[in-house]
C-alpha cells in the first residue's frame, strides 16, 4: 500500500525539483515572463536539465536514489524563493466591449 505513495511523492519531487532548476536558470539569463510563461519555461526548461544531470550522474556510474534525492534538494534550497500563487491572474487590464 505504500509503494503507491511512493511513486507519487517521487513524481512530485522531480517535478518541484525540475521547476526549480528551471527557475535557477531563467533568474540567471534574466528572461522577463508572465507568471503562466515562467511556470510553463521553468518546468521545461529544469526537466531538459535535470535530464542532463541523470545522463552525467549515471556515466560518472554515481546514479543512485541517495544522490537524486541530495541533487533535488539541492536544488529545491537554491531555488528562488518566489512561491507560484494559485490566484488567478488580475484581470484589471482587460475591458469587455460590445460587438
Request: proline share 4%; aromatic share 6%.
Amino acid at each position: 500500500m505504500l509503494e503507491p505513495l511512493g511513486i507519487l511523492l517521487a513524481a512530485a519531487f522531480t517535478v518541484a525539483s525540475s521547476v526549480a532548476a528551471g527557475r535557477l536558470l531563467l533568474d540567471r539569463i534574466g528572461l522577463r515572463l508572465s507568471r503562466q510563461e515562467r511556470l510553463l519555461f521553468s518546468f521545461a526548461t529544469g526537466s531538459a536539465l535535470l535530464s542532463l544531470a541523470v545522463f552525467v550522474l549515471a556515466a560518472l556510474r554515481i546514479a543512485r536514489w541517495e544522490t537524486f534525492l541530495l541533487l533535488g534538494g539541492a536544488l529545491l534550497a537554491c531555488s528562488p524563493r518566489k512561491c507560484v500563487s494559485l490566484r488567478p491572474p488580475d484581470l484589471g487590464e482587460i475591458r469587455m466591449t460590445r460587438v
